[in-house]
């Protein structure tokens, strides 16, 4: 979609382009001066400083309810008492409009387009061709934490732009902290409830100002689209003359009026989110003017996008119960769901998640202790046609020869080539190995599985008390579910952070037995040693830099693991204890039960049985591995089949980096010879596609390379192949001349081909060679 100059276009006095029309809208038309808002108060915040010389605990509660009231139903308020002076907002006022006054040229040395991202002069981010663009540009710059700010990008005209700015939003922080002690007081919280995650060191304000030039159909185009704001509070200094804010209240949109030094103070999706709902994020929208510019400038405050937030516990009660999860970097989030059409807050919220999770609410030891059939979510079934899947015989796999290696001798310094050759192989072509004397004894892993078959094995009642939340991966419960589409596993799992140990969430760490706690804590200190080993034999055998793979685990890298219980299943042809998938890890360290096979790993077009080999160690490498190795080493898919008369248990360690890592390949591993195959990928990304279970070849694979195997299209267990594309039949399709179509003596038989070409084949082609436009 071609950038127009929204500036010069209204200069002109030309007509918005066709990508500027509000085409529709579900929250209806576009008025200019619909009634003005009675539900947007003004309030006086001095009177929550004692120190003001206005205070009196009666005008205080007096404000204090009309705040509550404010933030419970329109969401915003218009702050008056704020103790910033009137001239320097006019200073601020003045230094947007001198802004935005300088030639084009002179705007455009803080375009946005020198970084790359949000911040710099620009107007609307192109993310879709049939996007609707606002009718503004904007100027947006990060001023808190001081050491995020862009400076190269804040305007040296007008020449006191920078210590404007700072000064204004010093202020407006002093303002929040005020407004955000009374907003706790308003909810009987503590006065820090809102203020530690909002007014923190690293907690983000960035400001936007925007231009929005005269606009000859305003009755068609908007200057902002109806949207919520993503920040925890938004302040808003207005024009000081031209009225352009309008808020949905009640499903009906009212002008916010301008008040004479005041600053509209709006709720963002954080805030709805920490008041649990009680506060109100509102949507609003800016109209455009026929004949006047209009200019505002807004600050966002949100919270350290490293930070969790959710609802306050004390506003969570019998009456009132949790209505959100807790989320991190709830901005990119909020971005996300824009580029989909969603309101990002409606994706966070319990009732969407809770009732998909009551679809496998039951654990399959509930299940089999009813007496019931096997659920049909449980049921493997060709994704279209619903049909169910038959799992082939388990039996009938063949045994892998995947080498059995000997950590000790892995570990020597006097390790041979043979035997790196041999460890290089077994990740070449199956990306896994058993190892043995990797210093754990055998009864120290005879104590591992009993823990797990006493946890297990105790009531479904004591196992509950350490059930996992719906909104948390840590604790006891089997699938996350997604949705009402998706195939449940035949176990019930019991899965902790161990690593770093700040991740520990200790009330999930089962009582009973009551060795538990200290068996896991020494377990994982030696997984931790079994781990760095085997990274730093994957550095020798691919002859790279000492440490590489370990110095990307780091200090703080993660280890989770999940203890897997699999009851017995009467049908276990038709379901499956894990699906086929590969980790998103660097390597994932399993501990099998001692006698009851059951996981099995997919090598060219067939499943193979992991043998059981007693007091080994089966690892297997993850997508980061092989990314990291340019795909030298091979992440395998695996799963798990299902028993009929035993129960199996076993531990799987999952070992990654910190999640703000990026990852690529080595650059010793890309040459002429082997050209790279991934690009550079976040972790946090890579984490949220393996969540949903489902990889984008765009986002990892580089055009152009071979097609890794876990990509090609199979029904489960049965090669499908794709037909043909020659063999298939041309279309009969139409082709349609657009000059006809769009000449005002268009015949009745022009009319008729397109519409029997809409109704039979949905789709025709179009000549546009003589058009005129």
């Given at each position: 979609?071609?950038?127009?100059?929204v500036q010069e276009m209204s200069m002109n006095g030309e007509q918005p382009p066709a990508e500027y029309i509000v085409?529709?809208?579900?929250?209806?038309?576009?008025?200019?001066?619909?009634?003005?808002?009675?539900?947007?108060?003004?309030?006086?915040?001095?009177?929550?400083?004692?120190?003001?010389?206005?205070?009196?605990?009666?005008?205080?509660?007096?404000?204090?309810?009309?705040?509550r009231s404010a933030l419970s139903s329109a969401g915003c308020f218009q702050a008056t008492g704020h103790g910033i002076?009137?001239?320097?907002?006019?200073?601020?006022?003045?230094?947007?409009?001198?802004?935005?006054?300088?030639?084009?040229?002179?705007?455009?040395?803080?375009?946005?387009?020198?970084?790359?991202?949000?911040?710099?002069?620009?107007?609307?981010?192109?993310?879709?061709?049939?996007?609707?663009?606002?009718?503004?540009?904007?100027?947006?710059?990060?001023?808190?934490?001081?050491?995020?700010?862009?400076?190269?990008?804040?305007?040296?005209?007008?020449?006191?732009?920078?210590?404007?700015?700072?000064?204004?939003?010093?202020?407006?922080?002093?303002?929040?902290?005020?407004?955000?002690?009374?907003?706790?007081?308003?909810?009987?919280?503590?006065?820090?409830?809102?203020?530690?995650?909002?007014?923190?060191?690293?907690?983000?304000?960035?400001?936007?100002?925007?231009?929005?030039?005269?606009?000859?159909?305003?009755?068609?185009?908007?200057?902002?689209?109806?949207?919520?704001?993503?920040?925890?509070?938004?302040?808003?200094?207005?024009?000081?003359?031209?009225?352009?804010?309008?808020?949905?209240?009640?499903?009906?949109?009212?002008?916010?009026?301008?008040?004479?030094?005041?600053?509209?103070?709006?709720?963002?999706d954080q805030m709805q989110i920490m008041s649990n709902g009680i506060y109100k994020s509102p949507m609003h929208r800016?109209?455009?003017?026929?004949?006047?510019?209009?200019?505002?400038?807004?600050?966002?405050?949100?919270?350290?996008?490293?930070?969790?937030?959710?609802?306050?516990?004390?506003?969570?009660?019998?009456?009132?119960?949790?209505?959100?999860?807790?989320?991190?970097?709830?901005?990119?989030?909020?971005?996300?769901?824009?580029?989909?059409?969603?309101?990002?807050?409606?994706?966070?919220?319990?009732?969407?998640?809770?009732?998909?999770?009551?679809?496998?609410?039951?654990?399959?030891?509930?299940?089999?202790?009813?007496?019931?059939?096997?659920?049909?979510?449980?049921?493997?079934?060709?994704?279209?046609?619903?049909?169910?899947?038959?799992?082939?015989?388990?039996?009938?796999?063949?045994?892998?020869?995947?080498?059995?290696?000997?950590?000790?001798?892995?570990?020597?310094?006097?390790?041979?080539?043979?035997?790196?050759?041999?460890?290089?192989?077994?990740?070449?072509?199956?990306?896994?190995?058993?190892?043995?004397?990797?210093?754990?004894?055998?009864?120290?892993?005879?104590?591992?599985?009993?823990?797990?078959?006493?946890?297990?094995?105790?009531?479904?009642?004591?196992?509950?008390?350490?059930?996992?939340?719906?909104?948390?991966?840590?604790?006891?419960?089997?699938?996350?579910?997604?949705?009402?589409?998706?195939?449940?596993?035949?176990?019930?799992?019991?899965?902790?952070?161990?690593?770093?140990?700040?991740?520990?969430?200790?009330?999930?760490?089962?009582?009973?037995?009551?060795?538990?706690?200290?068996?896991?804590?020494?377990?994982?200190?030696?997984?931790?040693?079994?781990?760095?080993?085997?990274?730093?034999?994957?550095?020798?055998?691919?002859?790279?830099?000492?440490?590489?793979?370990?110095?990307?685990?780091?200090?703080?890298?993660?280890?989770?693991?999940?203890?897997?219980?699999?009851?017995?299943?009467?049908?276990?042809?038709?379901?499956?204890?894990?699906?086929?998938?590969?980790?998103?890890?660097?390597?994932?360290?399993?501990?099998?039960?001692?006698?009851?096979?059951?996981?099995?790993?997919?090598?060219?077009?067939?499943?193979?049985?992991?043998?059981?080999?007693?007091?080994?160690?089966?690892?297997?490498?993850?997508?980061?591995?092989?990314?990291?190795?340019?795909?030298?080493?091979?992440?395998?898919?695996?799963?798990?089949?299902?028993?009929?008369?035993?129960?199996?248990?076993?531990?799987?360690?999952?070992?990654?980096?910190?999640?703000?890592?990026?990852?690529?390949?080595?650059?010793?591993?890309?040459?002429?010879?082997?050209?790279?195959?991934?690009?550079?990928?976040?972790?946090?990304?890579?984490?949220?596609?393996?969540?949903?279970?489902?990889?984008?070849?765009?986002?990892?694979?580089?055009?152009?390379?071979?097609?890794?195997?876990?990509?090609?299209?199979?029904?489960?267990?049965?090669?499908?192949?794709?037909?043909?594309?020659?063999?298939?039949?041309?279309?009969?399709?139409?082709?349609?001349?657009?000059?006809?179509?769009?000449?005002?003596?268009?015949?009745?038989?022009?009319?008729?081909?397109?519409?029997?070409?809409?109704?039979?084949?949905?789709?025709?082609?179009?000549?546009?060679?003589?058009?005129?436009?």
């Amino acid at each position: 979609m071609a950038m127009t100059n929204v500036q010069e276009m209204s200069m002109n006095g030309e007509q918005p382009p066709a990508e500027y029309i509000v085409k529709e809208s579900r929250f209806g038309s576009i008025d200019s001066s619909p009634p003005l808002a009675d539900e947007i108060p003004i309030i006086d915040i001095s009177l929550f400083s004692p120190s003001s010389p206005q205070y009196s605990e009666q005008a205080e509660n007096h404000e204090l309810q009309k705040l509550r009231s404010a933030l419970s139903s329109a969401g915003c308020f218009q702050a008056t008492g704020h103790g910033i002076s009137d001239s320097l907002l006019d200073q601020v006022r003045e230094a947007a409009k001198q802004f935005f006054a300088l030639p084009v040229e002179e705007k455009e040395k803080y375009s946005r387009t020198i970084d790359g991202g949000f911040e710099g002069y620009g107007n609307d981010v192109i993310v879709s061709d049939k996007q609707v663009l606002d009718w503004s540009y904007r100027l947006i710059l990060r001023v808190f934490p001081q050491d995020q700010r862009k400076l190269h990008l804040w305007p040296q005209i007008p020449n006191d732009f920078g210590e404007m700015l700072h000064e204004y939003t010093t202020k407006i922080k002093l303002m929040m902290g005020l407004v955000f002690k009374a907003m706790a007081k308003s909810l009987n919280l503590e006065e820090k409830s809102f203020a530690t995650q909002l007014l923190g060191d690293q907690s983000l304000m960035q400001a936007r100002f925007n231009f929005y030039p005269p606009c000859s159909r305003s009755d068609l185009v908007l200057g902002v689209k109806p949207h919520t704001d993503r920040s925890g509070v938004t302040c808003l200094l207005q024009d000081k003359d031209v009225e352009g804010l309008q808020v949905l209240i009640d499903g009906k949109w009212v002008r916010v009026p301008i008040v004479p030094h005041a600053i509209v103070l709006n709720l963002g999706d954080q805030m709805q989110i920490m008041s649990n709902g009680i506060y109100k994020s509102p949507m609003h929208r800016v109209v455009t003017n026929g004949e006047s510019m209009r200019l505002s400038v807004a600050l966002f405050n949100e919270p350290d996008p490293e930070t969790e937030i959710g609802p306050v516990e004390d506003l969570i009660d019998e009456t009132r119960p949790r209505l959100y999860k807790n989320v991190k970097n709830y901005g990119r989030i909020n971005y996300e769901c824009y580029q989909r059409g969603e309101i990002a807050l409606e994706t966070l919220k319990l009732q969407n998640l809770v009732k998909m999770e009551l679809l496998g609410s039951k654990t399959v030891q509930e299940v089999l202790i009813q007496g019931e059939q096997v659920p049909d979510t449980y049921i493997r079934k060709v994704e279209d046609g619903g049909v169910p899947v038959p799992v082939p015989d388990a039996s009938a796999a063949q045994l892998m020869d995947v080498p059995i290696i000997d950590l000790a001798l892995l570990a020597a310094s006097s390790i041979t080539v043979d035997e790196l050759e041999e460890f290089r192989s077994a990740l070449a072509t199956w990306g896994c190995f058993q190892v043995i004397n990797h210093s754990m004894s055998p009864e120290f892993l005879d104590e591992v599985r009993e823990i797990t078959k006493q946890f297990f094995a105790l009531p479904v009642a004591d196992k509950k008390k350490y059930l996992r939340q719906v909104n948390d991966i840590q604790g006891y419960g089997n699938d996350m579910v997604f949705s009402e589409q998706q195939t449940l596993d035949w176990s019930d799992r019991l899965y902790l952070s161990v690593y770093p140990q700040d991740n520990r969430k200790l009330k999930f760490w089962p009582k009973n037995p009551d060795s538990f706690s200290r068996t896991l804590d020494q377990y994982a200190m030696e997984l931790q040693v079994v781990t760095k080993t085997i990274l730093k034999v994957m550095t020798r055998s691919l002859d790279l830099e000492d440490n590489c793979f370990s110095d990307l685990y780091g200090e703080q890298g993660k280890m989770n693991i999940r203890f897997n219980f699999y009851p017995p299943c009467p049908r276990p042809d038709l379901v499956l204890g894990l699906k086929p998938h590969s980790d998103g890890t660097l390597i994932t360290l399993v501990l099998q039960d001692k006698e009851v096979e059951g996981l099995q790993f997919l090598k060219g077009d067939h499943w193979f049985r992991a043998p059981i080999v007693p007091d080994a160690l089966l690892i297997n490498i993850g997508d980061l591995v092989e990314i990291l190795s340019n795909g030298i080493f091979k992440s395998p898919v695996h799963k798990v089949v299902t028993n009929p008369n035993k129960e199996r248990i076993s531990l799987a360690a999952f070992c990654m980096p910190e999640s703000h890592k990026e990852i690529e390949p080595f650059e010793r591993l890309v040459d002429e010879s082997r050209p790279r195959l991934y690009k550079k990928l976040k972790l946090q990304k890579l984490a949220k596609m393996e969540l949903l279970g489902s990889k984008t070849v765009q986002e990892v694979l580089i055009q152009g390379e071979q097609v890794p195997e876990k990509y090609i299209h199979k029904v489960e267990d049965g090669g499908v192949q794709v037909p043909d594309a020659s063999a298939a039949q041309l279309m009969d399709v139409p082709v349609i001349d657009l000059a006809l179509l769009a000449a005002s003596s268009i015949s009745a038989d022009e009319l008729e081909k397109l519409r029997s070409a809409l109704s039979t084949w949905g789709c025709f082609q179009v000549s546009t060679k003589q058009l005129v436009l």
